[in-house]
Each structure stands twice: as structure tokens, then as C-alpha cells.
């Protein structure tokens, strides 16, 4: 059988390594941080710097295919693995994610909706961008930043200084604020065969920047639901991408403006596991191994929960509630913004809005 290589052994990559297990699929993860959550489910496990060539090389070498639910693999380390065996998705749909500048101008050059910005480096350059862009606007790190972490609110120009001071980033982007009805997200797939298959949008809510809820189906109407999917057939179909996107979006009015996209697996896709006839994970698997995608058919009307820190203390509450899907990535311990499992609650048979 194929063997499926994984950079990364976080939550996403013990969730596509149970998924592989159920079709019949070894994995190989390789993570540089000590007993991965993903490391108790996969087959194998390479604890080592992406900077250890030798590690790479056998990885590389034991494996398939590579994915990755780790986005901020180091180049050369990737340029190392792509001598030997395919990486999905491709390194441009990688590139292209990996900084908010390239991605919002490779978003724009086809012809999608961002958020107005600019780049800054300078105090010099943010009143610039502030002249172009407005007020109220966020002031981001182009590159690592996640769950709301490395960026700033600037309402007014006496906040704008201290905003850079707390970049503390060479390069930064300043985003026009969007004053959205609701934030979207779309998770897709594209295959070998270059079919699309879309799960239903799902409407999310974020609390101190990160993912608290997703709801499916998302309050939208069927004129915007159908946008949502073509856009993220267009992204998809623009870089030549094979495996799971999430699309994140924000619904202004019947207006769609992308936010930005992960080329991987994402927490607002946690519900497929309870709400649709596949989930995210094997869709991913399926598409990179070079398997049939499934038709992603929603079965049910869902509402999944992250648990953070210590609201892994509901646990046992949680465990005996009726129609409440508990998936935990077994993390011994539960720091302050943790992701440490998520519940879906199934709220009855699917319904359209
Ligand atoms: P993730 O963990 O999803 O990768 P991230 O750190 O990359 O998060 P963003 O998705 O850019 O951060 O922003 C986090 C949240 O902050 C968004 O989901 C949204 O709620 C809010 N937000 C970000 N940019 C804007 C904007 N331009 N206008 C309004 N709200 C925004
Ligand atoms: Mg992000
Ligand atoms: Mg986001």
C-alpha cells in the first residue's frame, strides 16, 4: 500500500493520519517537536530538524507523497523532499498562503475581493497606507501569524505608532477593517482528476482571534452560497491545487471579500466529521493519494465547538450529552488558547436556509 508522508504532527496531522489508517494507508509524520499528538496514531515518526537532511532524506524516501499541515516549513527543506516524491498541495498554493502580501495580490490578480491594503515597513510607510487604505484598519505580520496572533487594531493616527512598536516585524500589512455581517469559511477539494467538490459554507465566530464556533449551514443566501463555491473553485483552479483548502470570508451585504486561505486541512471543517457523508480529512487523503474525491453531501445540521485551555474541563459533561461528537488530540497539557479537542452537536437532519 502507499505510504503518505506529513510534515507537521499537530491535531490536523493526527486527524488525516486517522483518517489514512481507515483506508488502508500507512503514514510517516515528521515534526521537529517532541511526542506529537499525531505521533500516537501514525504508523512512523521522524523527530527532527527540517535542517537535519539526512532525517529528510529517509523520510522522503519511506513515503509516497508529502502533505503537510504545517505550513512554515523552511524552502530548502522542501526543496529537498520535491527531488524525491510529489508534495500536495504544490509549492505555489504553499507560497502563495505563506505571506498575507502575496496572497491578498495573488487573490486580487484573479479577480477576487480582498480587503483594501498595503504593505508597511516604516512609520513613514503606515501613514501612507493609512491615507490609502482608512481607518478603522489592522496592521498584520505578512508572515506566522495565526489564531489572531501578530496583529493590531488602528483606530484613530495617534494609535498607529504604537501598533508598529507591537509588530515588532520587518514587514507588516495594513488591512482595511471589513465590516462584515458574517465570516464564512468554504473547505474544498480538487483532485488528481481535477474535479471540485465543495462542503456546505460554514458560518464561523471568533472569539479573541480565534475560531470559537462553526454553524452549518451558514446564514447565507443561496445566491451567496453559490459564489462562496466558485470562489474557491477559482482559487483552486488557479494554482493547480491538489487536497483540502479552507477559504476563510467575510459576507458584507451580498457582497463576498476573501480573508485568506490555509493550503491544508482547517478547524472550520472539524464539523464534516459529524455532518457529512466524508469528512475533511479523508477528502484530503483521497485527493493527495490520487484517489476519487467523494461527493462531500451534508447529512445533518451542525454546530462544532473548539475546546481551548481549560474548557477541556467540560469533558465529562460533554461525553454524555446525546448527539455530541467528541474528538480530543490527546494533549497531556492545557495551556491558555490550547487547542485541545472540539465537540460538533448534531442539531437535527440537514435543512436548507
Ligand atoms: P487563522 O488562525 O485563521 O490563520 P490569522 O491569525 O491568520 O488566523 P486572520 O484570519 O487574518 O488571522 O484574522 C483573525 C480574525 O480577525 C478573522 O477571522 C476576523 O474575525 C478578524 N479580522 C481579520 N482581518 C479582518 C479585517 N480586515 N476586517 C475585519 N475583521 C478582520
Ligand atoms: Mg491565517
Ligand atoms: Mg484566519
Not at 475546546?307 to 455530541?324: F, M, N, P, R, S
Amino acid at each position: 500500500g502507499q505510504t503518505i508522508g506529513i510534515l507537521g504532527g499537530g491535531q490536523l496531522g493526527r486527524m488525516l493520519a486517522m483518517a489514512a489508517a481507515r483506508l488502508g494507508l500507512k503514514v510517516h509524520i515528521f515534526e521537529p517537536a517532541a511526542n506529537p499528538p499525531a505521533g500516537e496514531v501514525a504508523h512512523k515518526t521522524t523527530t527532527a530538524p527540517y535542517e537535519d537532511e539526512t532525517a529528510l532524506t529517509s523520510f522522503a524516501d519511506s513515503v509516497d507523497v508529502v502533505t503537510y499541515e504545517f505550513e512554515n516549513v523552511p524552502a530548502a527543506a522542501l526543496d529537498l523532499i520535491e527531488a524525491r516524491v510529489p508534495i500536495r498541495p504544490n509549492r505555489i498554493s504553499l507560497a502563495t498562503s505563506q505571506d498575507r502580501l502575496t496572497e491578498k495580490t495573488f487573490l486580487r490578480d484573479i479577480g477576487l475581493e480582498t480587503a483594501p491594503f498595503a504593505t508597511v515597513i516604516t512609520e513613514a510607510e503606515l501613514a501612507q497606507a493609512l491615507a490609502s487604505v482608512g481607518m478603522p484598519s489592522i496592521l498584520k505580520t505578512r508572515r506566522l501569524g495565526y489564531d489572531g496572533k501578530g496583529q493590531a487594531r488602528i483606530n484613530d493616527r495617534h494609535g498607529a505608532p504604537a501598533a508598529l512598536a507591537a509588530m515588532n516585524a520587518a514587514d507588516a500589512i495594513l488591512e482595511g477593517f471589513v465590516a462584515f455581517d458574517r465570516e464564512i469559511s468554504v473547505i474544498a477539494a480538487r483532485g488528481l482528476d481535477d474535479t471540485i467538490a465543495c462542503f456546505e459554507p460554514g458560518e464561523n465566530v471568533h472569539t479573541d482571534g480565534i475560531l470559537d464556533t462553526t454553524t452549518v449551514p451558514a446564514d447565507i443566501s443561496t445566491a451567496t452560497r453559490e459564489r462562496a463555491f466558485g470562489i474557491a473553485g477559482t482559487i483552486l483552479t488557479a494554482l493547480d491545487y491538489i487536497g483540502v483548502i479552507g477559504v476563510e470570508m467575510f459576507v458584507s451585504g451580498d457582497k463576498i471579500i476573501i480573508n485568506e486561505f490555509a493550503p491544508r486541512v482547517h478547524n472550520s471543517g472539524h464539523w464534516t466529521e459529524a455532518g457529512a457523508v466524508i469528512d475533511q480529512f479523508e477528502q484530503h487523503i483521497r485527493a493527495v493519494a490520487g484517489w476519487p474525491l467523494v461527493d462531500p453531501v451534508r447529512h445533518s445540521d451542525v454546530i462544532m465547538t473548539n475546546l481551548i485551555g481549560d474548557d477541556i474541563e467540560q469533558v465529562h459533561a460533554i461525553a454524555a450529552e446525546t448527539g455530541a461528537r467528541l474528538h480530543l488530540y490527546g494533549k497531556a497539557e492545557a495551556r491558555p488558547g490550547r487547542k485541545m479537542g472540539h465537540v460538533t452537536r448534531v442539531l437535527g437532519p440537514a435543512t436548507d436556509r
